[in-house]
Every structure is written in C-alpha cells, then in structure tokens.
C-alpha cells in the first residue's frame, strides 16, 4: 500500500498543530497524492477509506475519533493499516496493521518528514512601550509582553528598565544610537522564530522604535520579515505624565514637538514653533537640550515669547515616573534653559493655561477645555 500503486492513504489531521507536517508529508510524498480530510467529512472518508483497505495516517491528536473506529479497524474485513503522526512530525508510530505494512509506511513518513524538515515558524516581534519608568504606569499587556518574551532588544537604559528577566530570557542591549541596526537585528530573530520585544520609553510610536521597525521592514522587502507576528504595543509618554503630575496642561488641543535637530533641519523646528505658536497650541517639548545641543532650547523658547505672555504657565518635568522625579511649575518670562536637560520634558501653555496654588507648596495648572467666546455656545 506504500507504492504508488496502491490505494492512497486517508490523510486525517487531527488539530491545527499539525497542519505544518501535514504539508511537509504532502510535498515530500506526491506519488501518494496525499489530501487531509475536510472535518466535516473525516467519518465518512475514513469508513470509506477502510473499507476500500486505504491505509489511514493520523498527524496529531484525534483520539476520541480514533477510540470510536477503532473497533471496526481491527474486526473489519479487511484488516486496517493507520500510522500515527505527532503533530510537530517529531515521531512516526505504526498503531494497527504491522502485518499489513504499517511499519513500512512509517519508516516511508518518518523518511520523507526527514528530507523536509519543518521551515522555521515565524516569530513575534512587539515594539512596546515601558511608560515614563514607573512600573504601575506600565501597561498590563505590556507586562504580558515582557514575561513572555525570550529577546529583549534595545538601549541599554530601557532594557535595564524592562528588567529584572529570567535566566531563559536573553537581553540584547546597546548603547548603540543606531536604531535601524535594532530595529532589523530584532526583525532577523523574529523571522527566525523567535519571540523578540523592543523597548522603549514612553510610548514606541512617539520618537522611538515602532518607526524604525517600520522603516526597516518597508526598507528589506523581506518576505521572512512580513511573515513575523508584529505588534505595537504603547506606554504612557512623558508629556501625558508629566501633564498628570502638574494637572492638566494638556487639557485642550496641543502638540509635540521635539527640539533635536539630529533628524531635521533646526529651521523646520523653527517653523512647526511659531505655527504651533500662531495655532495658540499647548506645546510638550521633548529632546529639549543635550550637551552636543546646548543653545537649542533658548532659541525656542526666545521665538515663543514673541508668541506668548511671560505670565505663560511652563511646566518642566524631570525623570517623571523615577525614583529621580522633579517637577517644576514656572512661566515662560522666569524659565531659563540651564533648569533643564535631556532627561526633563517641557510643557508650554497656550494663551488659555492658567495655574494657582497648590496646597503643601507648587501649583496646580490646567488648559480649560473652552474658549471664552465659545462659552455657552
Ligand atoms: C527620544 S524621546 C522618547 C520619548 C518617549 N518615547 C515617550 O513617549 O515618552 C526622549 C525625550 O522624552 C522625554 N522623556 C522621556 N521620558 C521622560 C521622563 N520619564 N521624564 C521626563 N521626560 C522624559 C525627554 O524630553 C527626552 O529627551
């Protein structure tokens, strides 16, 4: 029956896990002209099958079926041949018909499943979000995500944040600025099977690494790469944090805007600040001031105040959400650049935003959510 001229065996899958080796027996084996058996139709194939003395080849588990039949495969005229195939191919048995060649055909599968071995199964990648570093200010799933990653890929702060992992899990940190070579050293262990995540701070999509996932997966054009199970999985930003921690700033329309002229001209800066100016947005600025980027900030923050009243409410807050955590309600006639640095993010307010005492020292600010010849409309 394992020659080609033999009756085809009943191809029977018994769970979505063995769908892979089914494939791999059908494209190893078609001189045998192999089919899995639609559900809806298995226990009328197999009684057919059986009783035209086709041999029948299990992959996974199907026992409650297999349990039911199995008194007229060994009563039935004709003495049945089944093979049982584990769902990952990793194991052949020959369960009825020794005598009938059902050792023959499993030394046939299990030679075939050797000569094609399994394609390696994508992976997941999830570029997730750590939040500003609290832990309780870190989302659930992203949690989930953590646990269950076996890479973590990243900057060595944010691994460091991620962490502590388990000796299982594997981190590959870098103080590497290039975050293309992470974003496709983390696509390459995905698509190899791995299960990888990417960290950032904050939020992925928010000047961090969902983008340049993106961009490298848009960039190879790699089918093993768009196969992989991706997921952007997003964290509180800073702004939002910070905004909690000082009220609500942000309470009406605002914008991010990052100060770094690493990857865009200093005058396009310039332009998106006095069009959020003119547009009397609430501004977070991020990437504020950095030793290589000394003079940045007090060039924006001279270009607002042509904008904007001195009374302006700003709000700096450093390392938000870390042991290190500083906050500081000011204005924009009294803030000056050496109060802040990287690590510290800057909120503007509109010509709206307003503070006022806060009980036990600092104030309190807040957007209103109208404007006054709104109100009441
Ligand atoms: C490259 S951006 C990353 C932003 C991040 N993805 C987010 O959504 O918060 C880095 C900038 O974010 C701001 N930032 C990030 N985390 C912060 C925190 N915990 N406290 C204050 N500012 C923070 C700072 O302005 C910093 O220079």
């Known amino acids: 029956m ?13 769970d979505a896990k063995g769908a892979g080796t089914a494939e791999r027996l059908r494209a190893a084996l078609p001189d045998l002209a192999l089919e899995p058996v639609p559900t809806d139709r298995l226990a009328q194939v197999l009684c ?12 996974g588990a199907l026992e409650p079926l297999f349990i039911a039949l199995a008194p007229s495969l060994v009563s039935g005229e004709r003495p049945s041949v089944v093979v049982a195939v584990a769902a990952d191919g990793s194991q052949v048995t020959p369960v009825l018909g020794l005598a009938q060649g059902a050792d023959v055909l499993a030394r046939r599968l299990e030679q075939a499943l050797q000569s094609q071995p399994p394609s390696p199964r994508p992976g997941r990648l999830a570029v997730i979000g750590l939040g500003p570093g609290a832990p309780e200010l870190m989302a659930p ?19 460091r944040m991620a962490g502590p992992f388990r000796p299982d899990q594997r981190t590959l940190d870098s103080d590497n600025r290039c975050e293309m070579d992470r974003a496709r050293l ?13 960290v950032s701070s904050g939020d992925p999509g928010i000047f961090a690494m969902a983008t340049a996932v993106m961009e490298a997966l848009e960039q190879a054009d790699e089918p093993a790469w768009r196969a992989v199970d991706l997921a952007i999985l997003p964290g509180i930003s800073a702004a ?34 006095e069009h959020a100016a003119l547009g009397d947005f609430v501004m977070a600025l991020y990437n504020p001031s950095s030793k290589a980027r000394p003079w940045q900030l007090g060039q924006a923050l001279d270009l607002l105040r042509r904008y904007r009243a001195p009374a302006t409410p700003v709000v700096l807050g450093r390392d938000v959400g870390r042991p290190a955590e500083q906050l500081t309600a000011t204005t924009l006639g009294e803030v000056w650049p050496e109060q802040v640095d990287m690590r510290t993010v800057v909120i503007v307010g509109s010509s709206l935003t307003r503070q006022f005492r806060r009980d036990g020292g600092g104030a309190w600010v807040y957007t209103p959510r109208w404007y006054p010849e709104a109100e009441g409309a």
């Open 186 to 198: 983390a696509l390459r262990l995905a698509a190899e099977g791995r299960h990888v995540v990417v």
């Open 48 to 59: 057919d099958g059986l009783g035209a003395g086709r041999p029948v080849i299990f992959v």
């Open 240 to 273: 939002q944090a910070a905004a909690a921690r000082a009220g609500a700033p942000l309470g009406h329309d605002f914008c991010i805007i990052s100060l770094s002229d690493n990857l865009k001209p200093w005058s396009q800066i310039e332009r998106r600040l």
């Open 2 to 14: 394992t020659s080609p001229a033999g009756p085809a065996p009943v191809l029977v899958v018994g």
């Open 141 to 159: 799933a992203v949690r989930d995500e953590l646990d269950r990653a076996q890479d973590i890929v990243g900057y060595t702060t944010y691994v």
